[in-house]
């Protein structure tokens, strides 16, 4: 962190129940030269990994089906959102992190990934950092049901579906997760399936 217009940060720690909310006071110097007071509350949940999973003899993808309470809370009709398989980097690096999260998430043992992204999810509001990978899977990598970890009470369905139809849903704006977004147009732009 290096900055000279940022100056006198005070943080008070508002919640750390689970992950980490603080609020930040500080002064900052505007572009027209005036230094002014400003607060931010800023969400500390670490950073995250996701994956487009991809068979191009098949021309199939993996995506994943879950509740999301705070879609729920928004205006997410039933609170269920179909995603990319992803995690949270917990202590592992993004790639390790992706290849776990997709065994855990969906039962596919890949071996490898490869990064496309590295993003942050919501800038004004959380510290995270999302790393993008694509990965082809086949269905011999197959070793379970996947679903999710029971001791996370993760409850995920695991969806194979025609890279076509998802992307005529992409196109009729029934895909609502910014992250699935940006891959499902990176594979469109790198033609990916063709
Ligand atoms: N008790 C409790 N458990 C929580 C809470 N928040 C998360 N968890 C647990 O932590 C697990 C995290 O599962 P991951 O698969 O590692 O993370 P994710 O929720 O899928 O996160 C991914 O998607 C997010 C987008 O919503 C990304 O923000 C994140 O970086 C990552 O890519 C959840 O299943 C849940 O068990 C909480 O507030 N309370
Ligand atoms: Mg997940």
Redesign the pocket.
């Known amino acids: 962190m290096s900055n000279n217009r940022v100056k006198d940060i005070k943080s008070t720690l508002l919640s750390d129940?689970?992950?980490v909310l603080k609020k930040l006071n500080f002064n900052y110097l505007m572009s027209n030269g005036t230094w002014v007071n400003q607060m931010r509350e800023v969400y500390n949940?670490?950073?995250?990994?996701?994956v487009l999973l991809y068979n191009k003899t098949k021309k199939t993808i993996i995506l994943t089906k879950?509740f999301?309470m705070?879609t729920y809370m928004s205006d997410n009709e039933d609170g269920f959102l179909i995603?990319i398989c992803?995690?949270?980097?917990?202590k592992d690096d993004p790639e390790a992190c992706i290849i776990r999260?997709t065994e855990?998430?969906v039962g596919y043992r890949i071996k490898e990934v490869k990064k496309v992204y590295e993003a942050y999810?919501s800038p004004g509001v959380?510290t995270?950092k999302?790393h993008f990978f694509i990965g082809e899977y086949s269905d011999d990598m197959k070793v379970s049901d996947g679903g999710?970890?029971d001791v996370?009470?993760?409850d995920i369905e695991v969806l194979e579906l025609n890279f076509d139809d998802v992307v005529s849903m992409l196109h009729k704006g029934e895909i609502y997760?910014t992250?699935t977004i940006v891959l499902l147009q990176y594979a469109l732009i790198h033609k990916l399936l063709d």
């Open positions: 129940n689970y992950y949940r670490g950073d995250g990994a996701g879950q999301r705070p995603e992803a995690g949270m980097l917990d999260e855990e998430e999810s959380l995270e999302m999710g970890l996370e009470q993760e997760d992250r």
